[in-house]
């Protein structure tokens, strides 16, 4: 279930900790105002035990003068502390959540350059869990638990210092046990880093089948998959109930089992400081402070050892986030852009392949669109069609041989130039929710509502905009939900048109039609079409008939190529499709 993630080259926890503070360096003046905050926090704390020694010894001396004298201290140095804590709060959150801004921002902006082959092997699931609970993971790690590590971090150092200040020899018992500590805060750390990681990635599934079953519920529905996706769902979330219970538990051993440590520090230092020797050598004011800094130990230490949890949670997520940053993006080296293409596509001998494990999808392919010609592709479904129009966006790049734009390798170019000037119409139509007409201009700036109307009327969307209560500023719904199939593949009709691109491809654009809009729409694409190299992908052979090229494929290859006519006199392939489909559309539809 987690295998994809747990065997990837994973950086160190250490690489990891420097990357994430290389996301602290712009905002480093409030770092350094929160630390010295937290330094002020820490200074005051501990001249808490030097305020008990001065009382101890002044009360020894029987001096009634600084009656006023120690309330005002404490009160000023709680109020010194308090100025530290807000300082140190306020700034470390500042800090942190800028931390989390930016590396969400740099994620989302990664998961906007990855290439397809990405998108192929993750699912969406897994991907919005990173964005939103990995994420969140080191959230917690970047504003609680480092505002706890500060703090009390330095909190602990000032004790210190202050014990060897004292006494060095007492708080050398201090300085014995320390390792010990280590030992377990260090075994603890790989435990909650290892246990992260399956959480996280429990909740990539959970996120994954839950998702899955939302957008299909009517297949999970109708094809009585409640109790499969019940179950599906109940694996995951167990897994992740049981992975962060393991958590839990090593959380709630490790905490009681440094407490002990330090109540055994405490104690041999007490039996110390009780022999006469050393009882000699201390005023008595001396060793209550020493004694209560000793204790004060205790608490930042119980925790900083419970918010390590955090801490190697947070680290855990932003190391697995670290490795999609590192994934690396579409390839854009080319250079050179186009002002408007005049549409001259040929492949050179191009081969593809998804993975070097898998078969050549597509094997040897030559051919020229010129500009203005309209090519079609037909063939069996599997046969390498939808591949060869993703070539030509670069959705992939091709495994051998050149796709030439105007008789420039399509390599040449930015990303950004080549697929401005493509126009696509995929069978799975995706809709924004929002209005149909910024769903037609969809990445058009400041779009002409006049030339929206008219792309819309092109494609029939107008046909039924008209019905609806706003017309074309009716919002679609999620995913256009709220329309039929037939009228989603309108609206992404005209979003081709309204793009005005140089290349059209349309990758089976009007197989959810049926076949009187399909007619409509084919003169209107035929309008469309003039002056453009168009590529037409369409089961419905009637649709293609007056392509200047039809080029059938067939594993990968071109089996035939010619126009309606002289594939039909040549009795292959196209004919015998041709045949098929006659008799298919004959009977049931009259025609
Ligand atoms: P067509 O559009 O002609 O039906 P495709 O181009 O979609 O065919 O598929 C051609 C071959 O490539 C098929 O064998 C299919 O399984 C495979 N294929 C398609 N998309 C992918 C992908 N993203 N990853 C791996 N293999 C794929
Ligand atoms: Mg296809």
Known sequence: MNQTQTSKQAPTGLNAYLRLLSYVRPYWPAFILSVLGYALYAASSTAFAQVMKLLVDSIQDGMTEKRLFFPLLVVGIFALRGVGTFFGTYFMTYVARQLIHYLRLDLFKRFLVLPAGFYDKHSSGHLVSRLTFNVEQVTGAATNAITVLVREGLFVVGLMGYLLWVNWKLALVFVAVSPVIGLVVSYASKRFRRLSHRIQNSMGDVTHVA????????????????????????KASEYNRAQAMKMALTKAINTPVVQTIVAIALGILVWLALSP???????????IAFLTA?????????????????????????????????????EDKGTKTLERAQGEVSFKKVSFQYAQDKPLALNQVNFTAKPGEMIALV??????????????????????????????????LTLASLREQIALVTQQVTLFNDTLAANIAYGIKDPDPKAIEAAAKAAFVMDFAEKLPEGLNTLVGDNGVLLSG?????????????????????DEATSALDTESERFIQQALEEVMQGRTSFVIAHRLSTIEQADRILVIDQGQIVEEGNHQELLALNGAYAQLHQLQFHEQIQPEHE
């Open 211 to 234: 998702s899955e079953t939302l957008q299909g519920y009517r297949v999970v529905r109708s094809f009585g998959g409640t109790e499969f996706e019940y179950q599906r769902f109940l």
């Open 277 to 287: 020797d050393l009882m000699g050598e201390m005023t008595p004011g001396e060793f």
């Open 294 to 330: 000793a204790s004060l130990m205790a608490k930042p230490l119980r925790q900083l050892t419970e918010i390590n949890n955090t801490i190697q949670q947070g680290l855990a997520a932003a190391m697995d986030v670290f490795t999609y940053l590192d994934a690396p993006e579409e």
């Open 379 to 412: 063939g069996r479904s599997g046969g390498g069609k939808s591949t060869l129009a993703n070539l030509i966006p670069r959705f992939y790049n091709a495994t051998q041989g050149e796709i030439q734009l105007d008789g420039l390798p399509i390599t040449e």
């Open 486 to 506: 037939g009228q989603r593949q309108r609206i992404a009709i005209a979003r081709a048109i309204m793009k005005d691109a140089p290349i059209l491809i349309l």
